[in-house]
């Protein structure tokens, strides 16, 4: 390990304000002082060992410029913790639709009525009877079924309208096939909207008003037996 030269051990010492005493004569039996001049302003000596060569570039240098040898990466730049990150945003699900259908057969029909939540009344069906009778003729009492949706709770599978309307047709087309039905009258625009009439493989089928429209105001039966004639002229 080679030692501190004298002029630098004496400007740390006087950096750090220990003063240096040095005897004007030699003392007796003391190792020989060396006398040194001291200058204000001491250069870092370079490494006796290490040759420095004057065109050589320093080590900083070296570090910033790249080798031609080797490619140069680029790093991505690291996102602060507290800076704002933009929202995904998550594909939406389609709303979810609620409807109660009821479902009425006589006569070789399928009469289909939207509830809106309200139970169907017995004046209700007595009119649907009396429709099917005068499109028909004499026609057996008619059978009553319900459809509600969604048919289940569990909000991870679709309730959308496409979904209501292929579960509104697989239910109409097992009804259909067991009373051997072969029209579908839809009494009300709102249950129009829930029926897909291309699933009933091209069954005869008329849009009109509802019974609660025709019990609320009479005179609108002339324009339903008007809308019937189609299933009239088929019988």
Known sequence: ???????????????????????RAQLPGAAATRRLAVVQAV?????PAVPVQPDAPG????LRSPRADVPVVERPERKSVNEAVAPVDKPQRPAMVRFNLAAVFAGGVAW?????????ATEQVKLIHAMARAVHGEVAAPKVAQFDWPLHSNHQLNQDIGAARAAVGAF????????????????????????????????????????????????CKRRVWSDLQALVLRV
Do not use: K, W
């Open 59 to 62: 080590r900083e240098a070296l």
């Open 1 to 23: 390990m080679q030692s501190m030269n004298e002029p630098r051990r004496l400007t740390y010492l006087q950096a750090m304000g220990i003063d240096s005493y040095v005897s």
């Open 112 to 120: 289909l009525e939207s509830l809106e939540g309200r139970p169907l």
């Open 43 to 47: 250069q870092a000596e370079s490494d």
């Open 172 to 219: 109409l087309q097992r009804h259909v096939d067991e009373q051997h039905c072969r029209a579908v009258v839809i009494l009300g625009q709102q249950g129009a909207e829930f029926v897909d009439v291309g699933q009933l493989g091209g069954m005869a089928c008329v849009v009109t008003l509802s019974t609660a429209e025709m019990l609320q105001n009479p005179s």
